[in-house]
């Protein structure tokens, strides 16, 4: 009898988009894998996970469902009580607990340097949106991909509110409680420290962690295999 594959779901981050899993993507499909990448709203976290659990629903059947940075907390509240998803995977991500948010998480731990690189403006939907200056983004958000693509990376990223970043985790029971997890982590990301990765891998009772030595924070641009071979085993772990 044949095994029903789940679908990927991937969720990118603050100053991201869809486009920063397409290495990603490219290495599933290869797998015979169907994927999906979200548009992340990032305009607030209950609402930016109501949209992914809206595309959970409309996918119709099980799911991986993967966040890159704010990502992490985005999966977090959409997979909790979601039958749907069989896994979770955590690529540079928060893992939040209930009543934590993401600015509150990227602080945890020093070595952070994302406040120093960041610029705010108003928008008339209220509160501030948040972007990564340009001159800043190589080094800050991409430091081992090459300054061209960084260039691009910057030019296309999507602004985050304020908003979605200081948003506490609403569920009490963050769906890695009861939900497999899977890490994949860089050791020289300057958004969140290192530190914090392996402190959300450890309490989440993660089934496996994979960390990449020199790997910045955008690491589904920079190691793209490495963050597809975290995803397949998951993958296969709840595909047996």
Do not use: C
Not at 3 to 8: A, G, S
Not at 20 to 29: A, F, H, P, Q
Not at 67 to 73: E, I, L, P, W
Not at 74 to 101: C, K, M, Q, W
């Amino acid at each position: 009898m044949s095994v029903l594959k789940p679908t990927i779901v991937l969720v990118h981050g603050a100053f991201a988009e869809s486009a920063s899993w397409n290495g990603v993507i490219e290495r599933l499909r290869a797998e015979s894998l169907d994927v999906v990448a979200v548009a992340n709203p990032l305009r607030g976290l209950a609402e930016d996970a109501t949209y992914v659990r809206d595309v959970i629903a409309g996918i119709g059947g099980p799911v991986v469902l993967v966040g890159h940075s704010y990502g992490g907390m985005v999966i977090t509240e959409a997979a909790t009580d979601n039958a749907s998803v069989l896994a979770l995977v955590y690529v540079d991500a928060f893992a939040p607990e209930h009543g934590e948010s993401a600015f509150e998480l990227a602080a945890k731990f020093p070595g952070s340097t994302l406040g120093e690189a960041v610029s705010a403006y108003p928008v008339s939907s209220g509160g501030n949106e948040l972007v990564i200056r340009p001159d800043k983004f190589h080094h800050q958000f991409a430091a081992d991909v090459p300054a061209d693509q960084a260039a691009l990376m910057a030019a296309t990223q999507r602004p985050v509110t304020e908003k979605a970043l200081t948003d506490p985790l609403p569920t009490d029971r963050p769906a890695w409680r009861t939900i497999p997890s899977w890490f994949v982590i860089s050791d020289q990301d300057l958004n969140i420290p290192v530190a914090a990765h392996r402190y959300f891998a450890e309490r989440a009772g993660a089934r496996a962690t994979r960390e990449v030595a020199g790997g910045s924070h955008a690491l589904s641009v920079s190691q793209p295999a490495e963050v597809a071979a975290g995803i397949l085993d998951a993958v296969t772990a709840v595909s047996n």
